[in-house]
């Protein structure tokens, strides 16, 4: 006689279900897409404050965990909490499942934030930015414009850069609205001659016939004018972040010679991301596990990030190279948008469901 199977409690079949879903979603999360949500301006217009969007971990492979001892679906800490939501106890070294394809130029990637160096790895904040130049590429910024092996590099459609905007009336938020500006997109200027607004070249062309503007000016450091925050060190070679470079963008089996440059534009990439436990850098020599060594060969490859909105952006050219084993995967496509400084229905973007993102 076949003993009959006890039906389950229906607090049982929700805990089933429960942990079904957990295990499930963290499956997708890890192997296929991750949500992800635009927190700051640096994209604009390309990617707006409040776009939320799906990271394709297929297109470049999915990388595997470097932190595994972690609570599911948490990032650094405990939902609502302080608490950190994983364990560095165990650490496995880097390893990427194959992919559909690697980093392009000008692709748009979602990447862990590399100077942020209290967190594991995997577990460092996501940034979202534009891949200008890859493995090997000579990068250089005249003006404001990027060059890439001495050409013209390609400009996002939607570029932004800061303008002064004079004028001797008080403008409205409407009135900035009617050229696509949002109220993130302009600052008074105290003594009230005008607006610092952050826009398209062609929106600020459109500002500069209106009758309430007089004049409009894109706003560029000067070309002799080293920032001290600039990577690698903007005071040192006189670089800012309209005039930068040049520099190669070094990749794994790429070799440089050891000398004063080389050690001013890459010991700090070699220091921080190449995984050398015995490293320093002495009288611009470079000494690994006590022996001075005369060149020096990468083992993995670095990418230069930087935002479309270009002069609100804190990318590559202030904090350097994203390394390889930092890529969490490719910005694919957003299906929701949600304007914040609206409300109810009109909060929602209809017009952005589902869109590529290129």
Do not use: C
């Not at 297929?58 to 948490?74: A, D, N, S």
């Not at 862990?112 to 996501?126: G, I």
């Amino acid at each position: 006689m076949t003993k009959e199977k006890k039906k389950k409690s229906a607090t049982r079949e929700w805990v089933d279900a429960l942990v079904f879903a957990v295990i499930a979603a963290s499956l997708i999360r890890w192997l296929l897409l991750e949500p992800f949500t635009i927190p700051t301006g640096s994209m604009e217009k390309s990617l707006l404050v409040g776009d939320f969007l799906f990271v394709s971990k297929m297109h470049y492979g999915t990388r595997i965990p470097k932190t595994p001892l972690q609570v599911p679906l948490t990032h650094q800490k405990i939902w609502g909490t302080e608490l950190k939501s994983y364990s560095d106890l165990i650490q496995l070294p880097y390893y990427r499942l194959p992919g559909f394809t690697s980093i392009k130029r000008n692709d748009v990637v979602v990447f862990n934030y590399p100077a942020e160096y209290e967190y594991p790895v995997d577990l460092k904040t996501n940034y979202i930015k534009r891949a200008v130049a890859v493995p090997g590429d000579v990068l250089e910024i005249k003006k404001g414009q990027v060059y890439i092996n001495g050409a013209l590099g390609d400009n996002p459609e939607k570029m932004q850069f800061s303008y002064d905007v004079l004028t001797d009336k008080n403008l409205s938020m409407e009135f900035f609205e009617e050229y696509g500006i949002n109220r993130d997109g302009y600052i008074a200027f105290s003594n009230g001659v005008g607006y610092l607004v952050w826009t398209t070249e062609e929106i600020a062309k459109n500002l500069e016939k209106s009758p309430a503007i007089t004049n409009v000016t894109k706003r560029l450091d000067r070309e002799d004018m080293g920032e001290s925050s600039i990577f690698p060190d903007g005071a040192y070679f006189g670089w800012n972040k309209d005039n930068w470079g040049p520099l190669e963008i070094p990749g794994e089996g790429t070799t440089i010679q050891i000398n004063e440059e080389t050690m001013a534009k890459y010991a700090f990439t070699i220091e921080k991301y190449e995984g050398l436990k015995n490293m320093e850098v002495r009288d611009n020599k470079l000494i690994i596990d006590g022996k001075e060594v005369s060149s020096y060969t990468f083992k993995q490859n670095y990418y230069f990030m930087m935002g479309d909105n270009r002069h609100d952006s804190l990318d590559s050219r202030y904090w350097g190279f994203v390394p390889e084993d930092h890529v969490v995967g490719k910005a694919w496509f957003l299906w929701l948008s949600l304007d914040k400084h609206k409300s109810m229905f009109s909060k929602i973007r209809w017009n952005r469901f589902f869109n590529g993102i290129d």
